[in-house]
Every structure is written in structure tokens, then in C-alpha cells.
């Protein structure tokens, strides 16, 4: 059985930084695809970043290039992602993800709770 489970997430003001951090677990599951989603208020969820599960290869929504890095640390089956320059309209709920081995982190399979992340001043 697939676990996530994430660390991070809480109140920063425009401009500022936050990381969230995802463990994964499971049989073999340090192998899957993993990334992250968002949901705002109101809105859909949306896929924010992912990665192989080398880390080797990345992907990020346009939204969120050049401000966030996703990385991933197979030893240690996490996966981190670094939020920087942190706008308004990134304030959601953050959701780690992952895939089966052959799957893509872009239709995830397993996700977790989720952590709020809300950007005021």
C-alpha cells in the first residue's frame, strides 16, 4: 500500500519562501513518478511540478517556472518542492503526488492529505 505523507505549508507573505517536503512508502514505491498538485479556493486542481523518479528529469506548470525547484532524494524516497518569490494566487491547498512505475506524474494515482499554503501579508 502507497503512502504519502507531507511536511511544510503554512503562512508567508508575497515575495517569501516555503518548502514542502513528501515522503512516499510502500514496495518499491521510492521508483514511482512523483510531484505535486494545488487546489485554490474555488478552482480545480491544477498540477504545479514533477519528477522521475531519478529526479533526473523535471516539469513544471508555466505558472510556476523559474520560481519553484522540485527535487527528489531516492535514498530517502521525498521528494521537496522549493516555493520562492510566492505570489497571492499560489495560496492553496498542496497536494504530493505519485504515480504507478509506468505512469506519469501528470495522472497521479496516489495522493496525499494535502497542506495549506497561504500567501498575505
Known amino acids: 500500500q502507497v503512502q504519502l505523507v507531507e511536511s511544510g505549508g503554512g503562512l508567508v507573505q508575497p515575495g517569501g519562501s516555503l518548502r514542502l517536503s513528501c515522503t512516499i512508502s510502500g514496495r518499491t514505491a521510492s521508483f514511482y513518478p512523483m510531484g505535486w498538485f494545488r487546489q485554490a479556493p474555488g478552482k480545480a486542481r491544477e498540477f504545479v511540478a514533477g519528477?522521475?523518479?531519478?529526479?533526473?528529469?523535471?516539469d513544471y506548470a508555466d505558472s510556476v517556472k523559474g520560481r519553484f525547484t522540485v527535487s527528489r532524494n531516492k535514498a530517502a524516497a521525498t521528494i521537496t518542492l522549493q516555493m520562492g518569490a510566492l505570489k497571492a494566487e499560489d495560496t492553496a491547498v498542496y497536494y504530493c503526488?505519485?504515480?504507478?512505475?509506468?505512469?506519469?506524474?501528470?495522472?497521479?494515482?496516489?495522493w496525499g492529505q494535502g497542506t495549506q499554503v497561504t500567501v498575505s501579508s
Open positions: 519528477a522521475d523518479w531519478t529526479g533526473t528529469t523535471t
Open positions: 503526488i505519485a504515480a504507478p512505475s509506468s505512469g506519469s506524474y501528470r495522472s497521479p494515482a496516489f
